[in-house]
Every structure is written in C-alpha cells, then in structure tokens.
C-alpha cells in the first residue's frame, strides 16, 4: 500500500503556492488494509464512496479508482476501488492536466498526462475524453480560466466542452452544483474571465440555469460590466454580478436568496423616479436600517454600475448618506407620540430630510403635496 499527495495540492506546491487543502490516494490497499484504516479512527464518506476522513487533520484519503459513465447526471458513474488501480488509473479520471499530478513520500512528481509541460507553458488542457464524463467540468474550467486568466485554453479542450455543451448532458447538472461553481468562479482573480469562458464554450446555453441567467450568450455591455466585478470585495462578487449581468426570476431554483434581492433592489433603483419617497421605499426595501447584507450588496452593486459607466438615479454614495439621514431621525423626536401615528411621523420626517439633504424632488410624479 502506498500513498500519494494529488491534485491542486501538488499544482499549488509546483507553482510555489500555498495549497489550501491535500488530498491523498492510496494505492493497493486490500480489504484489511481499509478495515486497519477504520479501526485506526478513519471515517468514510458516505457507505460506497471509498473516500475516508484522517481522524485528526480531516484530509481526505481516497482509494485509487477508475469511474466508467453508465448514465447521465452526476450519479450516473460506475466506480471500480481495489488494489489493482495503479496511481496513473486514477489521475487519468481527473479535469485538467495541472490537475492530474501526484507526489510520492520521496518527492518524485508522476506525471503521466504532461501536467508540468503544461503547468510550465501556462495551458489548461483537459486529461482524457473522460473529462466530458462529468459535465460539471465545463464550469470547472471557466473557473480555473478565472484563477489563471492568462493562461490559454488548448483548442481541442475547448472544442470538447462545446460538444459537450451541444449534447445535452450540462442540462442534468444538479442547481446546488452549478451555483457551487459559480460562486467559486466568481471569487477568482478575474471573474469576466470567467464568464467569458462560459460563453465561448456553449455553457450558457447548454445549462437551464446558466441560459435563465444569463441568456444564450453575452452580450458586449454584459462582459464590459463584469471586468469591474473584480473591484467588488469577493463575499459579495456573486450577488452584486448578479445583480449587475442577469435577467433572474424570482422562482429560479436554487438561487441564493442574497443574489435574488441584489437583483430586485437594484432593479428599483434603475428604474426609481429620483423621488425622495421612492428612495425611502428602496431603503426599506433593501434593509437599510437593519442587520443584514442587503443594503451593502445593493450599495457595492451601484458603484460597480457606476465604474461601468451606467447612470443611475442615486449614486452609491447618495445611497449611503440616505442611510445616514433616517437612521439619524428615531421616535425619541416625537415625545407622546404613538403607535400608528409615531410610524407616519417619523416616515414624513425621513422623507422631507432625504429631499432636503440630497436635493431631489420629494414626491414622486404625480403626487400632489395635501
């Protein structure tokens, strides 16, 4: 039995970079030599996944195994785990050739699919045909396109992840895996790199959620917007692109509810009729005077809109002076006033101070002053 460290480790120690995780593979391990692993404290990963938990450091040690395609969608995998799996079977499953690296206890590198020639030439380049296997890895390439945007794609990877794109199998990926990766993606060093490759290889329209988004493919002011998605601090990229690049329902499964209201607030400030009392409906609306991320998402979605030359009603400044003129007017200025009154007396009050502090009409057209 022997192990090897594998993956992104062994890419991110190659190119002189903290890996943030380690996986491992073990290599000819029998029956007995899983039931000593258990005994020693090792937790599997689910009852037929041969993938096991260190009981101390919580890294992951996995069998060596082959995976054959038997049907579609992420489940729809054969897995074969047993101590005739050579360490080149199990690399050979993997994404890219960056990725499909190992290190042994004595330092030597395998390298069976030019991973290092690639690493050194700054390519991405998928391992085998079975890269198309997990369509997922469409993604999975955008975003490590993302991570390293300078680097180029080979053409027949990209050529591949179009076919695949083409067949239909990016229409079984589950929605929890395709917001998993965007997120991740747009998390990365360049986030437009990112949603570039998704539309230069078919993804946005090979995936229901990606084509809802998105729509079947990128227009130019959609990817000049995402170039200043990098500006925007990375707990935030997802929601605020969103916000920013996509046409999102309401009902789209699986959108997280941060990026649905980004989109929502945003949208009522676009079209707002720079009325104070539309403002304060938009402050309300987006949480302004509560705990919460929704006021700050809509606030770095408007001065990403602004870097990106959109012209919006309030500024994302305004937006955060407004805060600070309700925020600033409470009920202890209404003493015996309460109730329902107390409500429309401080409401009235944050509405005139808003027209007066920011300069803009405070009614909205049409309205009339009683």
């Excluded at 943030?20 to 593979?25: E, G, I, M, T």
């Excluded at 601090?233 to 980004?262: D, F, M, N």
Aim: glycine residues 8%; hydrophobic residues 40%; aromatic residues 6%.
């Amino acid at each position: 039995m022997k192990k090897y460290l594998v993956g992104g480790a062994v890419r991110d120690k190659l190119m002189g970079r903290q890996p943030k995780d380690r996986d491992w593979v073990i290599v000819g391990a029998n029956a007995e030599d899983v039931a000593k692993m258990m005994s020693d404290g090792f937790q599997q990963v689910g009852a037929d996944f041969p993938v096991f938990l260190h009981p101390e450091t919580g890294e992951e040690y996995a069998l060596a195994r082959l995976e054959r395609k038997v049907g579609v969608g992420y489940h729809g995998f054969e897995v074969t785990a047993d101590e005739t799996v050579t360490i080149e079977d199990d690399l050979a499953r993997r994404d890219l050739t960056i990725n499909s690296l190992a290190l042994d206890d004595n330092g030597e590198v395998i390298d069976p699919f030019g991973g290092l020639r690639d690493l050194h030439n700054h390519i991405l380049r998928h391992t085998t045909a079975a890269f198309a296997e997990d369509p997922l890895r469409v993604l999975r390439l955008a975003r490590f396109a993302a991570r390293f945007p300078d680097w180029r794609i080979a053409n027949e990877t990209i050529e591949l992840c179009r076919a695949l794109s083409a067949s239909g199998e990016l229409e079984h990926l589950t929605t929890e895996r395709v917001w998993v990766e965007m997120e991740k993606g747009f998390t990365e060093e360049c986030p437009r790199r990112f949603m570039e490759v998704l539309n230069e290889t078919g993804a946005l329209a090979g995936n229901p959620i990606l084509r809802e988004l998105f729509g079947e493919t990128l227009n130019f002011q959609q990817i000049q917007n995402s170039k200043v998605v990098a500006c925007v601090p990375k707990s935030q990229r997802l929601y605020v692109s969103i916000g920013l690049l996509a046409r999102i329902r309401s009902t789209l499964p699986g959108a997280p509810t941060r990026a649905k209201e980004c989109h929502a607030n945003f949208s009522a400030l676009v079209s707002s009729d720079c009325s104070a009392v539309s403002l304060m409906q938009i402050l309300k609306k987006s949480r302004a005077l509560q705990e919460g991320p929704q006021f700050s998402d809509l606030v770095m979605a408007t001065l990403t809109a602004e870097r990106a030359g959109f012209k919006i009603c309030f500024s994302g400044k305004q937006l955060m002076t407004a805060q600070h003129i309700v925020d600033s007017i409470r009920a202890s200025l209404f003493p015996g006033v309460t109730g329902k009154e107390l409500g429309q007396k401080i409401e009235e009050m944050r509405i005139d101070n808003l027209g007066m502090g920011l300069g803009i009409p405070t009614l909205t057209s049409g309205e009339t002053q009683e």
